[in-house]
């Protein structure tokens, strides 16, 4: 067990070596635009002034209002913002999506319990994802197999690489905690006696011990736990790495570690911030171009003077109500005693005009100009609504695409996992026949899918209307647009509540029902026609046949 220990240190050692100048430039980073994170190569007091370095703000509030509006748009908490869904839409009948509808109000309930920190954990991430493009989150069951624990991680600290296919598959992260972290993580037996000893004098309960959470695909690892043990994907390790002590290994049937990447680049497995990329050099200018500014706009309202030498008796006051004695001998005619030097101030609009500019490439940079869904003009045509929704769609794409498959659909599908294994969706047997074996996907509510979602339920109305044309013209077209599948796929794509809507046999049963007793109403409506005709003709009948016996009996 020790030669692994020593083998995953060195392996650990070698993938945070390797990045050493990466941390260099995410210091820059953070420096610039994230100064709370700004703690890479430095190590930060409590109390240490946070951006005392900058000369404005504008860059740190496009990135928090990036990072805010990841949360607010793609996660919000007054909205279902995901669904658990059939792989394959055909298995999705009637029960099968009441269960799916259920097992995700489960899986919400579960994630957003208080103990589950999930707020806390994504919106540390967001921020980190919108300024470095990366984001560590650790999805487990906690201590007491009780609750979801989600914690986010200081990129400093964690290092990965991918597999041949592009996958992350290996997570080494850095650990320091206390002897008394460590007891109330681990059993006392698991420790270290160096760490138990310390547990028993008391006084060295807030000693810190460097320790490795590792994580390995299962070939990487030759543990004794493989004796006889179920072989999972990965294997979760911890190491006390000041002892070379294995406090725990054990078997897992996921990464443990979501790490959603932005913009990713070949060759390289950590990713970097399209937006900070592209903002970088305008922050670093809109920095000295606001200390340039600030400094003329203070020589504008307190300019540097001249002074004539051996005239002023004492300091010169500058300020309000201020009095500046002068020698009673100067002569005045020499030229004044205290005079500001004379400046061209021309120059500032200018200054102020490159600044916005500056701004506004930041604030584009940062797509805070497209995060909101752009609103229909006055007597638009249903044409030129669609046109615009095609155009926020392609502006936004960037933004939300890898948010929502990297991040909140690895998010889920490892919560989803762990729930499953946990028991909360119930039985085996109280899966719907037509779920049975099936694979689960997400589907998630956005600006994005609200937006396609609105092309649908526009071609529908656009099938409308070319429906009521053709009718105009020739009633024979109304067979050739089937009206209630094009019903229930509108619905569907609005996401209206599976309980609101009928089952397709039920449905379809329904309609042929009705449709048989229309049938019969209009057969008993053809009968009473042919009574209501015939009544004429068997009077006149009943009056020939009275006549006859009339004339019979005279």
């Given at each position: 067990?020790?030669?692994?220990?020593?083998?995953?240190?060195?392996?650990?050692?070698?993938?945070?070596?390797?990045?050493?100048?990466?941390?260099?430039?995410?210091?820059?980073?953070?420096?610039?635009?994230?100064?709370?994170?700004?703690?890479?190569?430095?190590?930060?007091?409590?109390?240490?002034?946070?951006?005392?370095?900058?000369?404005?703000?504008?860059?740190?509030?496009?990135?928090?209002?990036?990072?805010?509006?990841?949360?607010?748009?793609?996660?919000?908490?007054?909205?279902?913002?995901?669904?658990?869904?059939?792989?394959?839409?055909?298995?999705?009948?009637?029960?099968?999506?009441?269960?799916?509808?259920?097992?995700?109000?489960?899986?919400?309930?579960?994630?957003?319990?208080?103990?589950?920190?999930?707020?806390?954990?994504?919106?540390?991430?967001?921020?980190?994802?919108?300024?470095?493009?990366?984001?560590?989150?650790?999805?487990?069951?906690?201590?007491?197999?009780?609750?979801?624990?989600?914690?986010?991680?200081?990129?400093?600290?964690?290092?990965?690489?991918?597999?041949?296919?592009?996958?992350?598959?290996?997570?080494?992260?850095?650990?320091?905690?206390?002897?008394?972290?460590?007891?109330?993580?681990?059993?006392?037996?698991?420790?270290?006696?160096?760490?138990?000893?310390?547990?028993?004098?008391?006084?060295?309960?807030?000693?810190?011990?460097?320790?490795?959470?590792?994580?390995?695909?299962?070939?990487?690892?030759?543990?004794?736990?493989?004796?006889?043990?179920?072989?999972?994907?990965?294997?979760?390790?911890?190491?006390?790495?000041?002892?070379?002590?294995?406090?725990?290994?054990?078997?897992?049937?996921?990464?443990?570690?979501?790490?959603?990447?932005?913009?990713?680049?070949?060759?390289?497995?950590?990713?970097?911030?399209?937006?900070?990329?592209?903002?970088?050099?305008?922050?670093?200018?809109?920095?000295?171009?606001?200390?340039?500014?600030?400094?003329?706009?203070?020589?504008?309202?307190?300019?540097?003077?001249?002074?004539?030498?051996?005239?002023?008796?004492?300091?010169?006051?500058?300020?309000?109500?201020?009095?500046?004695?002068?020698?009673?001998?100067?002569?005045?005619?020499?030229?004044?005693?205290?005079?500001?030097?004379?400046?061209?101030?021309?120059?500032?609009?200018?200054?102020?005009?490159?600044?916005?500019?500056?701004?506004?490439?930041?604030?584009?940079?940062?797509?805070?100009?497209?995060?909101?869904?752009?609103?229909?003009?006055?007597?638009?045509?249903?044409?030129?609504?669609?046109?615009?929704?095609?155009?926020?769609?392609?502006?936004?794409?960037?933004?939300?695409?890898p948010v929502e498959t990297d991040y909140n659909g690895e998010l889920c599908?490892?919560?989803?996992?762990?729930?499953?294994?946990?028991?909360?969706?119930?039985?085996?047997?109280?899966?719907?026949?037509?779920?049975?074996?099936?694979?689960?996907?997400?589907?998630?509510?956005?600006?994005?899918?609200?937006?396609?979602?609105?092309?649908?339920?526009?071609?529908?109305?656009?099938?409308?209307?070319?429906?009521?044309?053709?009718?105009?013209?020739?009633?024979?077209?109304?067979?050739?647009?089937?009206?209630?599948?094009?019903?229930?796929?509108?619905?569907?794509?609005?996401?209206?509540?599976?309980?609101?809507?009928?089952?397709?046999?039920?449905?379809?049963?329904?309609?042929?029902?009705?449709?048989?007793?229309?049938?019969?109403?209009?057969?008993?409506?053809?009968?009473?026609?042919?009574?209501?005709?015939?009544?004429?003709?068997?009077?006149?009948?009943?009056?020939?046949?009275?006549?006859?016996?009339?004339?019979?009996?005279?």
């Amino acid at each position: 067990m020790l030669e692994n220990a020593r083998d995953l240190i060195r392996r650990g050692d070698q993938l945070l070596g390797k990045r050493e100048n990466l941390l260099n430039l995410w210091q820059e980073i953070a420096e610039n635009f994230y100064p709370e994170r700004a703690d890479f190569i430095v190590k930060r007091s409590i109390g240490d002034e946070f951006a005392g370095n900058l000369s404005t703000s504008y860059p740190l509030l496009a990135r928090r209002d990036l990072g805010n509006s990841i949360g607010g748009m793609l996660r919000p908490t007054a909205k279902e913002w995901f669904s658990i869904r059939a792989a394959r839409e055909e298995r999705e009948d009637q029960p099968a999506k009441m269960w799916l509808e259920t097992m995700t109000q489960r899986m919400k309930r579960a994630m957003y319990d208080r103990a589950a920190k999930f707020n806390r954990a994504t919106k540390e991430c967001d921020h980190d994802w919108a300024a470095f493009g990366n984001g560590v989150i650790s999805v487990e069951l906690n201590r007491a197999q009780t609750n979801l624990l989600y914690r986010n991680w200081h990129l400093r600290d964690v290092a990965w690489c991918e597999n041949a296919e592009g996958e992350i598959d290996t997570v080494h992260r850095k650990w320091k905690p206390t002897a008394y972290d460590l007891a109330g993580t681990f059993r006392a037996e698991k420790l270290h006696p160096t760490v138990q000893a310390c547990l028993k004098r008391g006084e060295d309960l807030y000693k810190e011990f460097e320790c490795r959470h590792v994580v390995v695909p299962w070939d990487q690892y030759d543990g004794p736990y493989r004796k006889g043990s179920v072989r999972t994907p990965f294997v979760s390790i911890y190491i006390d790495k000041d002892n070379e002590h294995v406090i725990e290994e054990r078997p897992v049937w996921n990464r443990i570690y979501v790490i959603p990447r932005w913009q990713t680049v070949s060759g390289s497995q950590y990713a970097h911030s399209a937006a900070v990329v592209a903002a970088f050099p305008d922050a670093r200018l809109v920095q000295a171009m606001t200390y340039t500014l600030l400094e003329a706009g203070e020589k504008a309202t307190n300019p540097p003077l001249i002074a004539t030498k051996n005239a002023i008796r004492g300091d010169v006051a500058m300020y309000a109500g201020g009095i500046t004695w002068v020698d009673n001998e100067y002569d005045e005619r020499l030229g004044e005693v205290l005079r500001p030097i004379s400046q061209d101030l021309s120059g500032m609009p200018i200054g102020i005009d490159m600044q916005r500019d500056t701004r506004a490439m930041i604030s584009e940079a940062f797509f805070l100009n497209k995060l909101s869904l752009p609103p229909p003009g006055k007597d638009m045509t249903a044409y030129e609504v669609g046109q615009r929704i095609q155009e926020y769609i392609r502006q936004a794409l960037p933004l939300f695409e890898p948010v929502e498959t990297d991040y909140n659909g690895e998010l889920c599908d490892i919560t989803f996992d762990l729930l499953r294994r946990a028991g909360v969706f119930g039985s085996v047997n109280e899966i719907p026949e037509s779920l049975q074996g099936a694979d689960v996907q997400f589907r998630f509510e956005s600006p994005l899918h609200e937006a396609i979602e609105r092309q649908r339920g526009q071609k529908f109305v656009e099938v409308r209307d070319t429906l009521a044309v053709a009718m105009q013209i020739d009633q024979i077209n109304n067979p050739n647009v089937d009206t209630q599948t094009a019903l229930r796929d509108v619905l569907n794509g609005i996401h209206a509540p599976a309980k609101w809507l009928r089952d397709e046999r039920a449905v379809e049963q329904m309609m042929a029902d009705a449709a048989q007793k229309a049938q019969g109403q209009q057969m008993m409506a053809q009968a009473a026609q042919i009574a209501e005709a015939a009544k004429p003709a068997a009077e006149a009948s009943k009056a020939m046949a009275e006549a006859e016996a009339v004339r019979a009996a005279a």
